[in-house]
């Protein structure tokens, strides 16, 4: 199983849908809240080259971008070979 890393806010919707996805694939996660720990907040920016909306995903260290890149991800059967990839 892949190694699937998000950065989140307890309030933000987006994040909310993300993870429902990633619980309904049965895939666990990492998450890094940076409402509570804003100090990673600078980390997040690095790695996602920029991107300061939340959420920011990666899988295996690469970076998928937000829910909505997720979600198109899946619907055109890209998501789940990315989640089975060996990391």
């Keep these: 199983m892949s190694k699937v ?3 989140t806010k ?4 987006y994040c909310r849908r993300a993870k429902a996805l990633l ?3 049965g ?3 990492i ?3 940076i409402d509570q720990k804003p100090e990673l907040r600078d980390e997040m920016i690095e790695r996602a080259n920029g991107g300061y909306t939340v959420p920011q995903i990666f899988i295996n260290d690469q970076h998928i971008g937000g829910c909505d890149d997720m979600f198109a991800l899946d ?3 890209k998501l ?3 989640l ?3 990391s």
Excluded: T
Excluded at 10 to 13: F, N, T
């Design 80 to 82: 789940d070979p990315l």
């Design 10 to 13: 307890g309030y933000c919707p």
């Design 84 to 86: 089975q990839a060996a």
């Design 27 to 29: 895939v666990d996660f």
């Design 31 to 33: 998450e890094y809240p």
């Design 75 to 77: 619907s055109q059967d």
């Design 5 to 7: 890393e998000l950065y």
């Design 23 to 25: 619980s309904d694939k």
